[in-house]
């Protein structure tokens, strides 16, 4: 039971708890009594209940509710992976992932000074490169389907950071180069760079979005 679910319907026990138990009395016509009884009689398969304000609205809250749960669109949450190292590189696999579309993403912030220079498409990935006012500058980024193993380079080994919740591999080797590595429930994602700043990697990663 989701969080939102919960929520929902404690807020809606809430509302109908506070109403009075019975609609106001109200005076009809005999014969409008003879009509509706009969209209309900029917409506009910032949039986008729006298229904309390309450129930009739707690019988709404619950749809309500109900409508909540089921519309809400469920989020892809981050998937656990295998790190595996050897002596000359790493790897990277998510567990027991299905396959999935590399459809692209957005990129929300990209560092002064960068500009997109090239982006590649295949059935199989998405890629996307930044390059800056120095020739040596560039930010590459992948993503891949989830089901798709990622091989680095682990000349100076690898280790798992937090960011924006999400566990992610670090890697580095000569020259100041750096890798990252992380997944959001749909597509693998590789970002490398020699000459950005970990804070600065680490607000483009919070930035980027799947399609």
């Known amino acids: 039971m989701s969080a939102l679910y919960k929520a929902s319907r404690i807020s809606n026990e809430r509302w109908v708890n506070s109403l009075p ?5 109200v005076t009809f016509s005999k014969k409008h009594e003879r009509k509706m009884n009969v209209l309900f009689s029917r409506m009910r398969g032949g ?20 409508l909540i ?3 809400v669109t469920a989020v892809p949450k981050p998937q656990k992976f295998k790190l595996e ?8 696999a998510v567990i027991n992932a299905k396959r999935t ?14 500009e997109l220079s090239k982006t590649e498409k295949s059935s199989g990935y998405y890629f996307e490169e930044y390059k800056g006012i120095e020739d040596d500058d560039y930010i590459y980024i992948k993503q891949l389907s989830l089901n798709d193993e990622f091989g680095f380079d682990n000349e100076h080994g690898c280790e798992t950071v937090m960011i924006n919740g999400v566990k992610t591999v ?3 080797y000569t020259d100041g180069y750096n890798g990252y590595i992380w997944n959001d429930g749909r597509n693998v994602y590789c970002l490398s760079t020699d000459s950005l700043s970990h804070d600065e990697v680490i607000k483009i990663i919070k930035s980027i979005k799947s399609k």
């Open 21 to 25: 138990d019975e609609f106001e009395k």
């Open 47 to 66: 039986s008729y209940h006298r229904l309390s304000r309450r129930a009739v609205i707690a019988l709404i809250a619950a749809i309500v509710t109900l």
């Open 170 to 172: 670090h890697y580095s």
């Open 69 to 71: 749960a089921t519309s």
């Open 85 to 92: 190292q050897f002596s000359d590189h790493g790897t990277y």
């Open 101 to 114: 579309e590399a459809d692209g993403f957005t990129l929300g912030y990209i560092p002064d000074g960068y």
